[in-house]
Structures are given as structure tokens and as C-alpha cells.
């Protein structure tokens, strides 16, 4: 019998060479490039991501913190990129965890909603948006958790780890789950 923990890996890699059905792009709410991870996916993928970005501009303006979009992957090893936009940290002062996990969660909803049976996370908001990794490390597994509990998708989890640190901070003791 499977495991919810078995469904989860955590990496160190690069996230725009990882084969799975979807991976999550930490995008801005103008969802048309940027720095970082956005930058990093929109580069690899090429024009098509953001052509298809533009469409959903056009259609709602955009993407709000929290939120999650879907859009073709264009030349990258996935079916799609999942867009949402972290919270930029305020020292707790406006609801960040909150809209952290909503990250997680509307990412995974759309993951599961359109037949991924793999999803690869980037550290949402710990860059640029200086939220605190060993914070954003603890929601992110148990807002993953959560969902896994009560999804058959998505099978499997990556989290990509882009430096030593944000691994280190995934793999402490308090940032996992035990299924007993």
C-alpha cells in the first residue's frame, strides 16, 4: 500500500529540466516573465508559454496572490505550467501563510483537475519575495500533505530544490509527515 510520504520527493535540481506532467511556475501577477524561477520557465519553454500567458491577461487580467492558472508547457519535458503567484512577506502582517498555501493547494487542484498524475513545486516565494524558507518549507509540505489525503492526483510530488539550503530546510524533521 502506497503511502501519502511515499508520494512526495524532495530534489535539489533545476526545475525546467524535470520530466513531470506540470510544473509550477512562481510567477508575478502580470503573469508576463520575470526574474528567477518565472524568468527561468519562460526562457525554457519559449515563446508559447507566454503567448498563452497573454491570453489569460486579456481574459482576466492577470493572476492574483494565491491564485493558480494553467497553460501549455511549450518546449519544456511537461504537459503544463502551473502560474501562481506567492505572497512577497510582510513579516506575517498580511495573511502570507495563508496565501502560501492557497499556492499549493489551487496548484494542486489544478494539477489533479486536468489529469496530472505528476507535479514539480519550486520554492513559491522564498526568493525575491523573501519569504522565510524553513516558513514556506513547513506550509508547503503539510498544504501537499493535506491534499494528497484526499486526491488520487496528483501520484507524485516534486519538490526542486534549486541550492543546498532550500533542501537542507525541506528534508528537517519538522517539515515532515509520518502516515502512522
Same mark, same amino acid.
Given at each position: 500500500m502506497e503511502t501519502i510520504? +511515499?508520494?512526495i520527493r524532495i530534489i535539489k535540481g533545476d526545475? !525546467? &529540466?524535470i520530466q513531470a506532467d506540470a510544473i509550477v511556475n512562481a510567477a508575478n501577477t502580470s503573469l508576463l516573465g520575470g526574474g528567477g524561477v518565472d524568468g527561468a520557465i519562460h =526562457?525554457?519553454?519559449? /515563446?508559447e508559454i507566454l503567448e498563452a500567458c497573454r491570453k489569460i491577461v486579456a481574459r482576466q487580467g492577470g493572476c492574483k496572490v494565491g491564485e493558480a492558472v494553467i497553460t501549455s508547457a511549450g518546449k519544456l519535458d511537461a504537459k503544463f505550467v502551473i502560474h501562481t503567484v506567492g505572497p512577497v512577506w510582510n513579516n506575517g502582517n498580511n495573511n502570507e501563510d495563508e496565501k502560501l498555501a *492557497? #499556492?499549493? +493547494? *489551487? +496548484?494542486? &487542484? $489544478?494539477?489533479?483537475? *486536468?489529469? #496530472?498524475h505528476s507535479i514539480a513545486f519550486p520554492g513559491i +516565494? /522564498?526568493?525575491?519575495? &523573501?519569504?522565510p524558507k524553513d516558513r514556506a518549507a513547513g506550509i508547503a509540505i503539510k !498544504?501537499?500533505?493535506?491534499?494528497l489525503k484526499t486526491h488520487d492526483l496528483p501520484g507524485q510530488v516534486i $519538490?526542486? #530544490?534549486f541550492d543546498d539550503e532550500s $533542501? =537542507?530546510?525541506l528534508n528537517e524533521p519538522s517539515n515532515t509527515y509520518n502516515t502512522h
Open positions: 510520504t +511515499s508520494r526545475i !525546467t &529540466k =526562457r525554457a519553454g519559449g /515563446t *492557497n #499556492c499549493y +493547494s *489551487n +496548484s494542486m &487542484k $489544478l494539477a489533479a483537475e *486536468n489529469g #496530472c +516565494s /522564498t526568493g525575491i519575495y &523573501k519569504f !498544504t501537499i500533505y493535506d491534499f $519538490l526542486v #530544490c $533542501l =537542507r530546510v
